[in-house]
């Protein structure tokens, strides 16, 4: 079975502080993504990433910066953390087989998810 | 642009009964994917189903089906014989060209 697992699965932390949320994936996949999910808001795509030391941004990269120096782990990072980045956080991979079509054409493993909370 | 409409924020049902999960979507390529994805409480979002567009046969996955509407941009979700274990939220998703969306999901509740 595909495993992708997350540091944290509760993180509290203050408005400006640094913040690592780190995923790793055991399937030797190529693909990693990081998601926000929010109410009312389905899973919003913050960065992607095809390869190791390769990125892209998604739909919502601001305030958010990612980091893949080994394929099996992609971090994602707040640089300075804001009230309006509590949210949950999801991780996914995938094994993308057809170069033609979007990286996430293909199924998608998820992590459990990392409830981040900025006071 | 490239949107997923899931118009059912909750449902419900009874143990051992069918329910149809609602999805409707817009794109404009004539080659793409569509998903249902289940999310359990405090679990890890898992697949559920994967139909390609250009496939007529409507996708099935043991109590989980799909009603693939092409022409009307729709793709609900049928699960039958519904159990406790599908309580969940389940996000409905479309993959195509370089965009991918997921919808703002449906919480199912399965009454005992």
């Not at chain 1, 996914?92 to 079509?101: I, L, N, T, V, W």
């Amino acid at each position: 079975d595909v495993k992708v697992t997350q540091s944290s699965r509760y993180l509290v932390k203050r408005t400006g502080e640094k913040v690592f949320l780190e995923c790793v994936q055991d399937m030797d996949h190529e693909n990693m993504f990081w998601y926000r999910q929010d109410p009312g808001l389905g899973l919003r795509l913050i960065y992607f990433s095809y390869d190791v030391k390769m990125k892209e941004k998604g739909d919502i990269p601001e305030g958010y910066s990612v980091s893949r120096e080994k394929k099996e782990r992609f971090s994602l990072i707040l640089e300075s953390a804001s009230t309006n980045q509590t949210s949950m956080y999801l991780c996914a991979s995938s094994s993308h087989r057809d170069p033609r079509k979007d990286l996430r054409t293909d199924t998608q493993y998820f992590g459990p998810g990392t409830r981040l909370t900025v006071l | 642009a490239q949107t997923v409409t899931q118009s059912q924020p909750e449902m419900s049902v009874q143990e051992a009964e069918t329910v149809t999960l609602s999805c409707t979507y817009d794109t404009s390529e004539s080659d793409y994917y569509l998903f249902w994805y289940k999310q359990p409480p405090s679990r890890q979002m898992i697949l559920v189903i994967r139909q390609e567009a250009y496939k007529q046969q409507n996708a099935t996955e043991n109590r989980f089906s799909v009603n693939f509407q092409k022409a009307a941009k729709s793709f609900s979700l049928k699960i039958s014989d519904s159990q406790l274990g599908d309580a969940a939220m389940y996000f409905c998703a479309s993959g195509a060209g370089n965009q991918f969306y997921f919808g703002t999901g449906t919480s199912l509740t399965v009454i005992p």
